[in-house]
């Protein structure tokens, strides 16, 4: 795998409560993402950046913020968790948009 | 809507045999499709990626065709491995006016056998 780390690997938490989910890379990559993957879908953007503190929305971005206050990290914040948002989580980057992401291990987050 | 398609579902083979996984899309316009390895319990892989004037890209057993014409990508795999067992995802890239988009496809598992 390319430098991504992602942390925690594994979560369960109850409904209501704020989560935290860490992307770590050390490719110096431009980009980094989040993604969502869910049994019956193609993974599924949550959110994006392009730079220190550039951030963008995806096309589930609802319920979830991010933060990139460093060029090697991309945090992702469940403000409220709700069962919905059970899911494996993904973050991933690339050099530039129209190269070839590299994805990190993923989180399996349970929300009970 | 800009929809990425892929078949078969799921699809078992014997060691050693070859296969090939189709993508259909309908995406536009069109920048580039990628093909992407996913073992269980891990993120995907880049196998290739291919952009309009490009209609073959092999990566050692892996060889992608690409039709833009149809819209039609397929993933061929020669003298199949236990280790190709994985999850195998079709991208299509879009342009947009702020950068680009990508569509998932929701895979194809395929299971190589002894």
């Known amino acids: 795998d390319a430098g991504i780390t992602q942390s925690p690997r594994h979560k369960v938490t109850e409904t209501g409560t704020p989560v935290t989910l860490r992307c770590h890379q050390t490719?110096?990559?431009?980009?980094m993402y989040w993604y969502r993957q869910d049994p019956g879908h193609g993974l599924r953007l949550i959110h994006y950046s392009y730079g220190v503190k550039d951030t963008d929305k995806g096309e589930v971005s609802d319920g979830y913020s991010v933060s990139r206050s460093k060029t090697e990290d991309f945090l992702l914040t469940l403000e409220s968790a709700t069962s919905s948002q059970t899911s494996v989580y993904f973050c991933?980057?690339?050099?530039?948009?129209?190269?070839?992401?590299?994805f990190g291990s993923g989180t399996q987050l349970s929300v009970l | 809507k800009n929809q990425v398609e892929q078949s078969p579902q799921s699809l078992i083979i014997l060691e050693g045999k070859n296969c090939t996984l189709q993508c259909n899309y309908t995406v536009s316009p069109f920048s580039n499709l990628r093909w992407y390895k996913q073992d269980t319990g891990r993120g995907p892989v880049s196998l290739t990626i291919?952009?309009?004037?490009?209609n073959t890209k092999s990566n050692g057993r892996y060889t992608a065709t690409l039709d833009a014409d149809t819209k039609q990508s397929s993933l061929h795999i020669t003298a199949s491995q236990l280790s190709d067992s994985a999850s195998y995802i079709c991208?299509?890239?879009?342009?947009?006016?702020?950068?680009?988009?990508?569509?998932f496809g929701k895979g194809t598992t395929l299971s190589v056998s002894s």
């Open positions: 490719e110096n990559h431009r980009y």
């Open positions: 991208v299509v890239s879009a342009q947009k006016q702020a950068g680009t988009a990508l569509i």
């Open positions: 991933a980057t690339s050099h530039s948009l129209n190269e070839k992401l590299f």
């Open positions: 291919m952009t309009f004037s490009e």
